[in-house]
Structure formats: C-alpha cells, structure tokens
C-alpha cells in the first residue's frame, strides 16, 4: 500500500505570495495532522483534520489555513509568505485521530522563500 | 501538556546496544509514550509506543519504569542506519492540541563503524 504522499516536494516562493500544499494519506485513514519543522528543531504542530472537521490548532496565525476533502486529502494554505515562513511542512496520517494511534508521516514539502 | 526530558545527543558503535533515555515526570495515567524517529531529509517514522507495560517490536523495545515517570528506548544491536534524531512524546486526554504530537528536540544518536 502506498504511504502518505505529498506535493510538491519543493517550492520556492517570495515575500508575500500565497501557496497550497497537498497531502494524500494513508488509504483508510480518515485523520490528517499538519506539522512545520525548521531546520534544526523537532516539528511543530499546526493543523488535525478528522472528517473535514478541524480537530485541532497549534500555535500559528491566521495566514495558516487547511481543509480535508471528502477523500479525506488535505490541503495546507499560506497566506502573505514571511521569510521564517521557510520550512519543511510534514503531512501524517492516522485511522480515527485517536491519540494511542501511530501517525504515519509523509516525506514532506520543504518550502524556501525567498 | 506533559513534556519530556531527552539529552540532546548520544554515540553508540555499530553492532552494540543503545539505550535512549527519556524523562516524563508529569506524565498522567492516561498519556502513552511514543517514540518516533527521523532520518536526514526524511519525515518522522513512528518505531514503538506503549502505556504501562514493556513493549517490544522488531524495531526496538520500549522499557517504562514502574512508576512511568521514566522510560528507555533499546535499539537492540545499532546499525548506522539506526542514526537519527529520536523523540519521545506522551499524548493523551488533556493535549490542549488535541490529539496532535508535541515534539521536543530529541536525541540526536550517532552510530559510528
């Protein structure tokens, strides 16, 4: 079975302009969690979807936003791009969002802007 | 949340046993301890998890001390395909982010040949 997939694997923006990143999880899972990791620190969460509904929200600003289809893939927006906004953002997947469950990670986008 | 103590790095030789600590003293009954681990360039991988009682895997074993406060993450014989940064995290009822994973720094584990 596939693993979680993202894309793109790289992108390069400038100051100001907005991007989508997309997340297919697991076939059969139904949550999506978004995390953003800089270079040099554990991942950050920012985003859990469990159908389509918004489970969870870390510590990020309104710039940051996300939504899952009904295929359970996900989206991850980035309004107004900052330089620290450089990173790369990591998509995991689970069955039910449960918190005893395992996530499973995909390789992640990594985003430079410039 | 409930946070974990890790140093930030240790050494092992390929072929030998490596136990990674992990302190968790404000840990609560109903928080499980996972540890993932992530390779260069690569998203975290998950390797055990568990609750009260040891726990192994073909991966690894995971040791929780009886009082939970402490556990230990034993890669049985490291490969230097085992070096990589290592996280412990807890989650369970009361992560004000939901079911989401509070990662700290890790451990940075170094295997050399």
């Known amino acids: 079975d596939a693993g979680v997939t993202q894309s793109p694997t790289h992108l390069i923006k400038t100051r100001g302009q907005h991007v989508t990143l997309r997340c297919s999880p697991i076939?059969?899972?139904?949550?999506v969690s978004w995390y953003q990791q800089v270079l040099g620190q554990g991942p950050q969460f920012i985003f859990q979807?469990?159908?389509?509904?918004?489970?969870g929200r870390g510590n990020f600003p309104d710039r940051f936003s996300a939504r899952q289809f009904p295929n359970y893939s996900s989206e991850l927006n980035v309004n107004a791009l900052l330089l620290g906004d450089s990173a790369l953002y990591l998509c995991?997947?689970?069955?039910?969002?449960?918190?005893?469950?395992?996530?499973?990670f995909g390789p992640g986008t990594r985003l430079l802007v410039l | 949340d409930a946070k974990t103590t890790q140093p930030n790095s240790m050494e092992s030789n390929e072929e030998e046993p490596v136990h990674l600590p992990c302190n968790h003293s404000t840990i609560s009954g109903t928080d499980y301890i996972h540890w993932y681990r992530q390779l260069p360039s690569q998203g975290p991988e998950y390797v055990i998890h568990g609750l009260t009682s040891n726990v192994n895997n073909r991966m690894a074993s995971l040791a929780i001390a009886e009082d939970r406060k402490s556990s230990t993450l034993i890669l049985h014989r490291a490969t230097l395909r085992d070096a990589a940064v290592y996280y412990c995290i807890l989650s369970g009822w009361g992560n004000q982010a939901g079911t989401a994973l509070i990662f700290g720094k890790g451990t940075t584990l170094s295997v050399s040949s």
């Open positions: 995991a997947s689970s069955p039910a969002g449960l918190y005893q469950e395992t996530q499973y």
């Open positions: 979807y469990y159908e389509k509904e918004e489970r």
């Open positions: 076939s059969g899972h139904k949550s």
